[in-house]
């Protein structure tokens, strides 16, 4: 079983398109299935976005190696509940495993089938970016305040802009594909 799961003694199929919600601690942990399509993408920013509108703080466990419970301690403090309100927009699906968070002053892009995102000044096509521009993350946190992604090299990139969805999102549509963990 992969140490991406929050809970590693889950029986989990490896082809499984769940994207399983938890929670650990004061965190909601999202793990995405090792592919995403773009329903399974939507669903993912739904959940986070919903649970970030309720004042939680998310953690998309990216990691395949390290347990959820292994990095929650090393992103955002639960319970800041400042609002952000910017110009930034909606974290967008740009297609499988790919989305886009516009902030105040750039665009992060993020590739979350490979772990990996980049931060550019204008909006790109992710085709167009080269292997040496992404950055290799291991798990992203998200609040009402701000994100934060730890890179592989134990850095970390910060926004201060909330995470939130398209107001045209169909979340109920979409929910037989978002599951809690079961034991």
Known sequence: MSAM???PDLDIEPWDPAVLVSMWGDHVVICPPRRLDVE???ILIDAA???VETGSTVMIDL???TPSGELIPLGL???SRTDVRSDAGPVTVLGPGVVRLRTRDSYWTIDLTHSRMVRT???VDPSFVTSDRWTQIRAIWASCAMVRALTVDGSYLT???AWTASHDSDVGRRHRALRPARR
């Open 159 to 161: 926004t201060r802009t």
């Open 5 to 7: 799961h929050p809970f």
């Open 121 to 123: 000044d204008a909006a």
């Open 49 to 51: 976005a919903l649970a």
């Open 40 to 42: 399974s993408t939507e």
């Open 63 to 65: 990691d395949p190696t």
């Open 77 to 79: 403090p639960t319970g």
